[in-house]
Nanobody, 117 residues
Framework: QVQLVESGGGLVQPGGSLRLSCAASGSFSSVTRMGMGWYRQAPGKQRELVATLASGGDSNYADYVKGRFTISRDSAKNTISLQMNSLKPEDTAVYYC?????????WGQGTEVTVSS
C-alpha cells in the first residue's frame, strides 16, 4: 500500500506562485521507483493530467502548464513537488498527487488551488 498526502494549496492572485508537495509513505513507496504525477480537477470538469515524473527521471507536462509548472522530487524526503508560476484563473482546481506501481495507481486526497483576485 502507498499513502500520498498533498499540501501547499491555497488562494493566490493571478500571476502568483504556489508550490505543492506530496509525501509518499507505505510499503515500496519510494518516489524514485514509482511513476509519479500531478493531476487536477476543476469544478464540473474531468480530472486532467498536469505533469508526470517517471522513475528514470523523465518529466512530461500538459501543454497548458508547460513553461509555467515544474515537477520535481526529493528522494531523501520521499516527496514530489509541483512549482506553479504565472498562475491563471483557469488553473483553479483540486490538485491530486498520483503514484503508479506495477500493481495499481494510487491517489492522494487532493489540495485545492484557487487563483483569483
Amino acid at each position: 500500500q502507498v499513502q500520498l498526502v498533498e499540501s501547499g494549496g491555497g488562494l493566490v492572485q493571478p500571476g502568483g506562485s504556489l508550490r505543492l508537495s506530496c509525501a509518499a509513505s507505505g510499503s515500496f513507496s519510494s518516489v524514485t521507483r514509482m511513476g509519479m504525477g500531478w493531476y487536477r480537477q476543476a469544478p464540473g470538469k474531468q480530472r486532467e493530467l498536469v505533469a508526470t515524473l517517471a522513475s528514470g527521471g523523465d518529466s512530461n507536462y500538459a501543454d497548458y502548464v508547460k513553461g509555467r509548472f515544474t515537477i520535481s522530487r526529493d528522494s531523501a524526503k520521499n516527496t514530489i513537488s509541483l512549482q506553479m508560476n504565472s498562475l491563471k484563473p483557469e488553473d483553479t482546481a483540486v490538485y491530486y498527487c498520483s503514484a503508479v506501481t506495477p500493481i495499481r495507481r494510487y491517489w492522494g486526497q487532493g489540495t485545492e488551488v484557487t487563483v483569483s483576485s
